[in-house]
């Protein structure tokens, strides 16, 4: 360990200085300050007298959430040989995991290229290129698989430029869901014995990992996956989204359908509605998933029993919604402004009864894929 002296040009005495450096470790490293995230308690005003839950802010990361699994999957690439010493890195992302990528290629040395839509906010945009990224916007969605499978195939044809690139390949790599072991160690030391669990789902890993080892410590665990209405991932048709971060247009291999006890498809209204009054009275805000984790855990928080501790993890901070979930005239524009957050969700027994349009929960969760085989089978 090495410990650094200030220098002879300063001077030696001057009263209350320091003349010692702390040393320098790992942990002062950007990569160093991921983890370790704080814990908020969200009770009243939001929630009704002596109810509430546990917030897990990994907002406080540098980039957000996705910081963890970004680092874990370029560091397992590199253990394994496949990512080789300065070779690029070439992923499809909204938003949360470049940041994530970014942070990896500084801290590791690869050039980061990514690849992303019209959708992305521009504010994330430029964080992406001030951080060192290339950012690629694919123009057309995709006939059928909208803007996801769009971003998809402009991965592949980067990736057929350059053979010696890596592609973390989030939505299928189980690495991401490896990498959030130690987010639920950190809830286990935070908060000790956890009844429910409430996640955002968008590739689906921090809910497979978190859920996955939260369960070794307290089997009697329920999570509850939160999605956008108009995402495919629950057996929903496809339709317009706005929210960025949770959903998708198609299904990635890494959600975890076994490990849900319920499922809610939040609309972006309901999330703008709770987003908002979550930012004046507790100064707690993200962005889209924010919003919409944050609407089912105060549900939760009235309709479990009160003995029950309700743990849910907000995936980032506010800073890149200040153009959307913050921005009357684009709320405006979209029609998700002015509205009261709602109290309760509408109810459906299976997610092919209808296309749920507002905030509705399903306590039976199927993987789509299942079904599809199975109708498919039945036509032959
Ligand atoms: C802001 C935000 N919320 C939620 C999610 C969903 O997380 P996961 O991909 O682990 O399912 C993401 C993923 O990118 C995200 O960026």
């Known amino acids: 360990m090495s410990t650094h002296t200030l220098g002879a040009a300063m001077p030696a005495t001057s009263p209350g200085r320091l003349l010692t450096l702390p040393?320098?470790?790992?942990?002062?490293?950007?990569?160093?300050?991921?983890?370790n995230t704080p814990m908020l308690w969200i009770g009243e005003p939001f929630c009704d007298t002596r109810q509430g839950f546990w917030a897990k802010l990994e907002g406080h990361n540098p980039g957000g959430i996705k910081d963890r699994t970004a680092l874990y999957m370029v560091e397992r690439a590199?253990?394994?040989?496949?990512?080789?010493?300065?070779?690029?890195i070439v992923e499809s992302t909204s938003g949360t995991?470049?940041?994530?990528?970014?942070?990896?290629?500084?801290?590791?040395?690869?050039?980061?290229?990514?690849?992303?839509?019209?959708?992305?906010?521009?504010?994330?945009?430029?964080?992406?290129a001030a951080h060192g990224a290339?950012?690629?916007?694919?123009t057309e969605p995709h006939p059928t698989g909208g803007w996801q499978q769009a971003r998809r195939d402009r991965v592949a044809e980067l990736l057929a430029d350059d053979p010696a690139a890596?592609?973390?390949?989030?939505?299928?790599?189980?690495?991401?869901?490896?990498?959030?072991?130690?987010?639920?160690?950190?809830?286990?030391?935070?908060?000790?014995?956890?009844?429910?669990?409430?996640?955002?789902?968008?590739?689906?890993?921090?809910?497979?990992?978190?859920?996955?080892?939260?369960?070794?410590?307290?089997?009697?665990?329920r999570v509850i996956g939160v999605d956008t209405?108009?995402?495919?991932?629950f057996g929903q048709p496809a339709g317009t989204r706005i929210m960025r971060g949770l959903g998708s247009s198609i299904h990635p291999r890494n959600v975890d359908y076994g490990a849900f006890d319920e499922v809610h498809w939040v609309d972006p209204a309901q999330a703008v509605a709770t987003c908002r009054v979550l930012a004046s009275s507790h100064y707690a805000t993200g962005g889209w998933s924010v919003g919409a984790v944050a609407t089912v855990a105060r549900w939760l928080s009235r309709t479990r029993p009160a003995t029950e501790r309700i743990v849910a993890v907000f995936p980032d901070g506010p800073h890149r919604y200040f153009?959307?979930?913050?921005?009357?005239?684009?709320?405006?524009?979209?029609?998700?402004?002015?509205?009261?957050?709602?109290?309760?969700?509408?109810?459906?027994g299976?997610?092919?009864?209808?296309?749920?349009?507002?905030?509705?929960?399903c306590a039976r969760v199927v993987d789509p894929r299942a079904f599809a085989a199975s109708a498919e089978e039945a036509r032959r």
């Open 166 to 221: 890596f592609c973390p390949d989030q939505y299928n790599n189980p690495d991401n869901v490896a990498a959030y072991g130690p987010l639920a160690h950190e809830l286990i030391a935070q908060v000790g014995r956890i009844d429910v669990l409430v996640v955002a789902v968008g590739t689906g890993g921090h809910s497979a990992g978190v859920a996955r080892v939260l369960r070794t410590f307290c089997p009697h665990l």
């Open 23 to 35: 040393p320098t470790l790992p942990q002062h490293t950007p990569a160093g300050v991921v983890g």
């Open 350 to 361: 299976d997610t092919r009864d209808r296309t749920v349009t507002r905030w509705t929960r």
């Open 78 to 88: 590199r253990e394994r040989g496949r990512l080789a010493p300065g070779a690029a």
């Open 229 to 233: 209405t108009g995402s495919t991932i």
């Open 134 to 138: 290339e950012v690629h916007t694919v």
């Open 97 to 128: 995991l470049g940041l994530g990528l970014a942070l990896a290629g500084i801290t590791h040395g690869h050039p980061v290229r990514l690849v992303t839509d019209p959708g992305m906010e521009p504010l994330m945009a430029r964080l992406l």
């Open 323 to 348: 153009d959307t979930v913050f921005n009357d005239d684009y709320c405006g524009e979209h029609g998700v402004l002015g509205r009261a957050p709602l109290d309760e969700p509408d109810e459906i």
